[in-house]
Every structure is written in C-alpha cells, then in structure tokens.
C-alpha cells in the first residue's frame, strides 16, 4: 500500500504565497466588515430554509445552526478588493437611493397607519428623506432623526419637508435616547447594514415606550429586490466584485420575523412592498445606477472600456437594443415588518 506524504520541496514552494496572503489580510485590518463604525459584528439569528447571497448563490442552512457559520465575508485588501460602502454624499444618495426609499416609505406608513400626535424616531435617517416623510403624513407630537454621518445630517436639516424634525449624531447600535421615550422607532433601509442587527433592534425597543411600534423596511436582497440588483448582476458577469452588505442575511423576511420575536416585540407583522420608478431614457437611469452607495467607488475605479461593458449588459437587462434609449420602468421591492413593545 503506497502512501501519499506531501513533499518538503512542495511546502517549502508554497511558503512565500502564503506570506503574501497572511499579508494582504493583515493589510486591510484583518477579517471584519466595512461597516465597524457601528460596533462589534453579530452573529445572526438561527434561521431553518435557504438564504440566497446577494452574489445570487444559495446557502442551506440547517435548523439550529447559526447562519453566520457559512456566510462568507467579503474582505477588501490591499490585492484589489472592491472599495468599502460610503454614505457621505448626501446629495448622490438623495437621486439614487432617497427616491427608492420615498417610493417603498409611502406604502410602508400606510400600512402602519399609525396614529397622530406620536413621537417619532428614526434611526439611521441619513439625509431625512423617510424623516420627511413621516413629518408630512403622519402629524407626530415630535420626529428626530439619528445617524452616524454628519454630512448626511447637514443634508436632512435642510429639506423643506423636514424643517420641524430634530437631528443628531448617534450610533444605531448605542441610541441617545431615554428609555421608553418616543412611541416609534423605525429604521428606513437600515438594518442590514449593522454588524449586530439584533443589537439595532433591541435599541428600539429599549426606547419605545410599552404598546408603542419598532418597524423597520430592508430591500429583499435575498430575491433581488434592491434598485441597484440590475447593475449588481452586470458588474459580476463582467467580473467586477462589489461590497456586499455586513449583515445581508438581516433582509430576508423570516430573519426580520425572526429578530422581532426574539426581541419581544408581539403582533409581529410583514409584508412585502413592491414599488416601480419610471426613467425618461436609459441615460437617465444609467446615470442614477452609478450613485449607489456601494457600486460608485467601484466604478470610479474602472476604465471606460468596462463601464461600458457593464453599460451594455444593464441595456439588456432592461430590455432596449443598442438603439433604443427608452423610457424606461424598474421595479424594486422591499420587506416590512412592523411589531409592539409589550405593555407593563
């Protein structure tokens, strides 16, 4: 019986392509998300089914076995990986991803309907396009809107709509509020890109005051609901990687269902929304697909020559030949999901 020994000279060969690696890890400080800003990463809910990455691969996952035990993170490291998720332009998140959210945040406060006269929170508000929006449609005693990026914050205390909303600095995951302090707290595309989502959520209701609301709406990753899923499936087949989120799997409808149960919350409730937004000619949409905040630094990064490529292929997504500019309809869609603070 022969055995199989790996050679010396085979091991000594692959010394120095493991020191390259062991480096380029330690270069991008090590295997962590993008967003540590928001504090230490999760370990997300145990969740019986399958979860599709937002790469478009599906994970099993078997009952009673945490989900972050096979999501595979994305690195990005001095070797080229892509860019981190940057929120700091608040006027290129307004046309891209403030629109989106205005269309989904009608519905969502519909099928709220909540009451007048309520304190409001909104956590994670960026540049205050939901602010807005419940500021105008839902007559709170008091709205304040909290997040991470100043500059984000400058953009919110400008919007006509949301001149009577409060804002201020603050960490989702550490909120600077009393407890039982507000009656709701909602977050607006939000969750999924906390490291600890389970964190977030208990911070709200931590502040809600008991029969209060803690309510929240992710893009439904999991079947392509984001805005940018178009551009997302054109960069990957012209092989361009992008950053995902750190907690993606916090957008699929049992984990949200999942996370507002295990938080106490009662009268747990989803549902998915599906919006469409209409674009004059395909230039216009193209031009709007390049403010995502996860695909723009990538594609700043390129040479015309595969912007282009990629270009093409979101042409044939939407369905116009090379002569044809348009008008053009996209659809995104996004999961809701409402819950009560348990009264004393």
Known sequence: MRTHLLSPVFLVACLPMLARTVASVRAAGGLRPSHARWG?????????????????????????????????????????????????????????????????????????????????????????????????????????GIDPEPAQLDYARRRPDSRDARFRVGDAMALPCLPASVD??????????????????????????????????????????????????????AGVETPTAPSAWAAAEEAVRRLWTDAGLEDVQTR???????????????????????TAPVLRGLSFGKREEIKGYVREQVGLGNGDDGPVTCEASAIAV???VKRS
Request: charged share 20%; hydrophobic share 45%; glycine share 12%.
């Open 40 to 144: 230490p990463a999760s370990v997300p809910p145990r969740v019986a089914g399958r979860c599709r990455l937002p790469a478009g691969g599906f994970l099993p996952i078997t009952p009673g076995r945490p989900l972050a035990d096979r999501f595979v993170r994305r690195v990005s490291t001095a070797a080229g990986g892509p860019p981190p998720i940057s929120f700091q332009d608040a006027a290129a998140y307004e046309r891209m991803t403030g629109a989106w959210s205005r269309l989904v945040g009608r519905d969502f406060l519909d099928w709220l309907a909540p009451a007048r006269g309520l304190r409001w929170l909104d956590v994670g508000c960026g540049n205050g396009v939901f602010t807005g929006l419940i500021a105008d449609r839902c007559a709170p005693a008091s709205v304040e």
């Open 184 to 237: 709701v707290a909602a977050m607006a595309l939000v969750l999924f890109y906390l490291p600890d989502p389970a964190r977030g959520v208990a911070q709200m209701v931590r502040v809600v005051a008991p029969g209060g609301i803690v309510c929240a709406y992710n893009w439904d990753l999991a079947r392509g609901g984001s805005p940018l899923a178009v551009l997302g499936r054109a960069m990957r087949r």
């Open 338 to 340: 409402k819950g009560r």
């Open 272 to 294: 998915r929304i599906t919006v469409r937004r209409e674009f004059e000619s395909f230039e216009a949409l193209w031009e709007v697909l390049q403010l995502g905040a996860s």
